[in-house]
Structures are given as structure tokens and as C-alpha cells.
């Protein structure tokens, strides 16, 4: 479960368990080998044909009753939650990051982050642009990017 992490990097942003979640490559990894596990057994299965059918019929995007169809089929709803665990925790970590390198309180839109990613970022970024403006000092002058390591 994800929550244990979550908490960690919320309420202990500076810690050295933190520092290790947002270091290291072992959760997305372990992600990585896990996505691939079901992918070849989605192959295995058929479940990539109802994929390609999926992205086939869609002009441009696939409508709800098609997505829906798509999460019917068991491997193909554990892709996809793997897909958006691993995305919604890289969305945490870039967010917890850009909040240590400018000072920024985190640990609300890291909460946010674990689900609704992008809710998390787009909480953090209001919070950051309201935290320059209380600081009065301009986001040309603070470290402007939330994407540099």
C-alpha cells in the first residue's frame, strides 16, 4: 500500500526515510517490474487486441462506453492502476522536491497527490505563487522550475 509513503513524505518531508523514498529507484522500479509482469500476461491473454480495438475505434478519443469496456477485462484495470499509482507518486515526488528547494509548504498538495495527482500539483503550484507573493519576492528571482533535479 502506498499510504505508509505518503505520510512519510507529507508530514517528515526532510527526514532520512524521505530522502530515501525520493532518491532512490527501488519504488519505481519495483513499479516497472510489476507493470511488465501484467503486460506480458496481458499479451498472453488476448487483452492487447481489446486495447488496439480501444485506440482503433477512437476519433480522436475514446468515449466513456469504450473506456469502460477497456476496465471490464482484469489485467487491462491493473495496468492502469499501476500506471496511475506510479504517475500520481512521481507527480509527489517532483511536488515534495520543488517544495524543499523553495521553501514551500508540501505537505497538503503531497496528500493530494496520492489519487489525484493532478489536484496535488495543481494545489502546490497555487501555493507556491501565493508563498512568492507573501514573500514578495518574484519567481524570476526564486528558482523558477519545479522540473530541475
Keep these: ?4 509513503v505518503y505520510f512519510i513524505l507529507a508530514f517528515f518531508p526532510r527526514s532520512k526515510v524521505t530522502s530515501t523514498i525520493i532518491d532512490s529507484p527501488s519504488l519505481p522500479l519495483a513499479f516497472g517490474i510489476a507493470y511488465a509482469v ?13 486495447i488496439m480495438d480501444a485506440i482503433r475505434s477512437a476519433q ?9 469496456r477497456l476496465f471490464q477485462e482484469p489485467t487491462i484495470a491493473a495496468l492502469a492502476w499501476l ?13 515534495l522536491m520543488d ?7 508540501t505537505w497538503h498538495s503531497v496528500l493530494l497527490c496520492f489519487m489525484v495527482g493532478p489536484l496535488g500539483l495543481l494545489s502546490h503550484l497555487i501555493t507556491r505563487f501565493l508563498v512568492h507573493k ?9 528558482s523558477s522550475s519545479m522540473w530541475h533535479d
Design 1 to 4: 500500500t502506498m499510504v505508509p
Design 60 to 68: 480522436p478519443l475514446p468515449d466513456a462506453h469504450s473506456l469502460a
Design 99 to 105: 517544495g524543499l528547494r523553495q521553501l514551500v509548504p
Design 83 to 95: 500506471h496511475l499509482l506510479l504517475l500520481d507518486f512521481l507527480t509527489a515526488r517532483a511536488v
Design 134 to 142: 507573501m514573500r514578495k519576492d518574484s519567481p524570476a528571482t526564486a
Design 38 to 50: 501484467l503486460a506480458w500476461q496481458a499479451w498472453q491473454s488476448g487483452a492487447v487486441s481489446i
